[in-house]
């Protein structure tokens, strides 16, 4: 048996065709779900979880009705972001109390008006706690889509295995989750949320371009960071004893780990046409960008480098990555968002960044994985970017392929949600 056919082995019995997917509300009103998602907008990985799956739910179950429960920090500016691809989306926020009495009117109103919970794309079940209160307080059914897993209590694995499904977005967490007894009808490999991601900001995205001399397919995107994201300093706290222990292990490895995607550029920029934009996935990059990779290139290779010195939201950085001949770097939701856009993507993983990076091998692009930790796979970084450079048609032919799989996940989990709406 191999991989793929190990990460999903009940998904031929979960749907026969794409009109399964259309055909499960017969006559009857729409289908209200409530999508529990958005955890933070200082990254817009994270941000394009939530538009990733709206728009799978959009393509595979159009008469549903949807309503996004967003975290607290979900910001006007994000909030504007996704009703401008989604004009009909409501948006509510609050928690469960104790007593099982929503913590303001609108959520409460949309918990009692869905039928549906479902628990979008993460680093973890992340909202587990509301869904538990959820459970409790409704006894309506719930789903998870996407997730990585890496170990939870026994409240919470308890909680998992009353789920309708639960869609791993890599096969380690699957095989984790296997391992610690979880159980529930429906456990298989779902790919991420971000990859359905299709926002645009083209207006803002070209007129980056043209100030910094890029030209359409004539440049790579690159994304340094480091092993842990510092939010002490994006929200501007004092750090804690955890966060000295992972400062000090951020300035042990920094030099480590992007000394290649230095190595990497150098070579772009000396053996082909391309130029090199090094550019953020959260809000802490763009200083490591200028630290790590700016100030420590060769000054004829920092004049076909551009720095992106602030920060933007996943439309505008998705309008720019279609422009882009490919992208690697030290990050997991733009190779995501680039793959499902149809432009390459290497992927630079380590240990702190848990199993997610696992997905490419997942979806057959184990060739563009690299682990850190590993000096074998360091030392092929710079020759493979450089085939992606060189081959755009036989990158472009891998990502097509590897899309193939992915949308065909797609619409099989998607059949599975509509079978219990």
Not at 331 to 358: D, L, W
Request: charged content about 25%.
């Amino acid at each position: 048996m191999n991989r793929r056919q190990f990460i999903f082995t009940s998904a031929a019995a979960a749907v026969s065709s794409l009109s399964a997917v259309h055909t499960v509300v017969g006559n009857k009103r729409p289908p209200h779900i409530l999508l529990r998602s958005s955890w933070q907008v200082v990254n817009i990985g994270d941000i394009a979880h939530t538009p990733g799956v709206l728009a799978l739910l959009q393509k595979y179950i159009p008469e549903a009705e949807v309503r996004l429960w967003a975290s607290t920090d979900l910001s006007e500016e994000v909030a504007a972001m996704e009703h401008k691809r989604f004009p009909k989306l409501k948006i509510v926020k609050g928690s469960i109390g104790a007593g099982g009495k929503a913590s303001n009117k609108d959520l409460g109103e949309a918990i009692e008006w869905c039928d549906f919970l479902l628990h979008g794309s993460g680093p973890s079940m992340v909202a587990h706690k509301d869904v538990a209160a959820f459970v409790k307080q409704t006894g309506k059914p719930f789903g998870v889509y996407g997730i990585t897993y890496g170990g939870f209590g026994t409240a919470e694995k308890e909680l998992m295995s009353q789920a309708k499904f639960l869609y791993f977005r890599d096969s380690v967490s699957l095989e984790k989750a296997r391992a610690d007894g979880i159980k529930c009808p429906v456990m298989e490999f779902g790919p991420d949320g971000a990859f359905a991601a299709d926002l645009r900001n083209d207006e803002a995205a070209t007129a980056f371009l043209k100030v910094n001399g890029l030209e359409e397919k004539k440049f790579l995107c690159c994304i340094p960071r480091l092993r842990f994201t510092p939010y002490w300093k994006i929200r501007g706290k004092p750090m804690t004893a955890v966060d000295d222990r992972k400062h000090v292990r951020n300035e042990a490895m920094k030099e480590h780990d992007n000394a290649p995607l230095r190595e990497a550029i150098t070579a772009v920029v000396r053996e082909t046409d391309f130029k090199v934009l090094v550019c953020p996935e959260d809000k802490s990059q763009m200083e490591v960008g200028r630290e790590m990779i700016m100030n420590k290139l060769p000054d004829d290779v920092r004049k076909r480098v551009v720095w992106r010195e602030h920060f933007w939201l996943t439309d505008e950085a998705l309008s720019t990555y279609v422009r882009s001949v490919g992208l690697f770097g030290l990050e997991m939701h733009s190779p995501i968002m680039c793959i499902g856009n149809g432009i390459p993507a290497i992927v630079c993983r380590f240990a702190e960044q848990t199993s997610k990076g696992f997905m490419w091998r997942d979806i057959g692009l184990g060739d563009w994985l690299f682990d850190m930790d590993v000096e074998s796979d360091v030392a092929n970084i710079t020759k493979t970017v450089l085939a992606m450079a060189k081959d755009p048609a036989t990158a472009l032919t891998r990502v097509s392929k590897a899309m193939e799989f992915v949308k065909q996940r797609q619409r099989e989990t998607m059949a599975v949600l509509a079978k219990n709406l």
